[in-house]
């Protein structure tokens, strides 16, 4: 039987590109995409759609059965930056979806399950310079807790019940097709909004915040390849650390002004400036490049060309 493949929170930035690349291997029909809002036009016109909230198990359970689903991708979490202005439904959301879908794996209903985690994970007293895959881990947000409570379920649950749940410590991803929501990197894709339509950005970090960084090609290949890669090249199953590209705020203006000779850049840093201090500057990844091959393309000029060539298409400029 070939795999069939649940989205749960296809209409976020990453789940709107996932569900594309997904389909182009799966097939359209055997990939559902699902949301509590309807996704991007192209997601809800290739294939099925379905309404739910994740943090409804019999909802969940009822679409899984229905589309016969054997592979679940949970995407729905609630950033860091929102997470922190509503603890409650931040941690009800990041956590129940999480334990709904787990249970599925431990009830031999679903077979492989993908869950990201987040370099929020890491905290103050983390090595914050090419931080290690294990390391002293103390997040200070509510939704670094999340995920790293997440990361010791999914590690639980494989070694217990051997449940074949896969994740990645996403950086902050950079894309240009569905905006971003919530989140304290946020900062490095408005800036190119801004760029095009205003000629000037005020960046909510200060400009020497270094932090790791990926450009959606990049973490759309890392997401699949983990996926794909045969079961005994799995050695982590709380959460890989995987590195794109590190940089600071005025490190990225600087790049785009080689593109736009008039942009301008001031900063304001706000209640989010914490949250990006207390998280790495940059990722030791090698041993997700061991185990299952991680390597990254995009660095910040490639980067900065394809986002700026795309978002001039995408405003029509
Ligand atoms: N991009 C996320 C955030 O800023 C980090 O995982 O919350």
Redesign the pocket.
Known sequence: MSDRILIIGSSGQIGTELVMRLRSIYGNDNVIASDIKDAAPEVMESGPFEVIDGKNRDQVFYVVKKHKITQVYLLAAM???TAERHVEAGWSLNMRTLSHVLDMGKDKIIKKIYWPS???VFGPNTPRILTPQHTIMDPNTV?GISKLSGERWCDYYNQKFGVDVRSIR????ISWKAD?G?????YAVEIFHKALKEGKYTSFLSENTELPMMYMPDALDATINLMEAPVEQIGIRSSYNVAGVSFTPKKIAEEIKKHIPNFEIDYAPDYRQP?ADSWPQSIDDSVAREQWGWRHNYGLEEMTVDMLTNLKIKFGM
Do not use: N, Q
């Not at 996403?170 to 991803?173: A, H, S």
């Open positions: 950033l860091s930056a987040s370099i929020a939704y996403y950086p902050g991803i971003p919530g989140g304290t990197t946020d949250i």
